[in-house]
C-alpha cells in the first residue's frame, strides 16, 4: 500500500509533494508555476557519516529567469542585480541547500530563497531627490578648509629673508 507523503506549508504558503512542486505563491498577486521550476537531487558534501555516500539530500533548485512569463521585464532586471550570485552561465537562478539531512526540508528552504528574492525584486526602489547643502553646511565645509590651510601652511619652512 502506497503511503501519502505529507504536505508542508511555509510562511509564504508553498504547497509541494516530494516529486512534484505544484506552484510558489510569491505574494497574494504572484504565483510562480511549476513549469517554471526544475530541482534534483544531489550528494551532499561535508561530513555526515555513511549517510552522505548513500541519500541524496542536496537539492538544486532552477528558475530559468529568461524564460519567466510570470515577472515584468523590471522585476526580472532587479532580480538579475539582486541575485547575482545565483546566476549560472545561461542566466537562470540556480539555488542550492543543503541545511538539512532531508530532501523535502532542502527543498522547502531553496524554495523559501527563492520566494524572498523575489519578493526583494517585486519592491520599487525609491528615487532618489536631489537636494542642495544648506549654507550652514558650506560654511562648515569652508571653515573646515581654512582650517586645514592654515595648518599646512604653518609646515612650510620659514624663508630666511
Known amino acids: 500500500m502506497r503511503s501519502r507523503l505529507k504536505l508542508w506549508f511555509l510562511p509564504f504558503t508553498l504547497c509541494f509533494r516530494l516529486r512534484h512542486v505544484k506552484a510558489l505563491l ?3 498577486e504572484l504565483t510562480v508555476p511549476a513549469s517554471d ?3 534534483r537531487a544531489v550528494r551532499s558534501s561535508g561530513p555526515g557519516g555513511q549517510n552522505v555516500n548513500k541519500v541524496s539530500t542536496k ?3 532552477r ?3 529568461e524564460q519567466s512569463q510570470v515577472l515584468t521585464e523590471s522585476v526580472k532586471t532587479r532580480l538579475h542585480r539582486l541575485a547575482a550570485s545565483y546566476l549560472d552561465a545561461a542566466g537562470g ?3 542550492t541547500s543543503q541545511a538539512t539531512r532531508t530532501q523535502s526540508q532542502n527543498l522547502a528552504q531553496a524554495l523559501e530563497i527563492l520566494g524572498g528574492l523575489i519578493r526583494k525584486a517585486l519592491i520599487l526602489p525609491r528615487k532618489r531627490k536631489k537636494t542642495k547643502p544648506t549654507s550652514g553646511s558650506r ?11 592654515e595648518k599646512k601652511q604653518g609646515r612650510r619652512r ?3 629673508d
Open 139 to 149: 560654511l562648515r565645509r569652508l571653515e573646515g578648509k581654512h582650517i586645514n590651510s
Open 158 to 160: 620659514v624663508s630666511e
Open 26 to 28: 510569491v505574494t497574494p
Open 93 to 95: 537562478l540556480v539555488i
Open 63 to 65: 528558475f530559468d529567469l
Open 37 to 39: 521550476l526544475k530541482w
Open 59 to 61: 537539492v538544486e533548485l
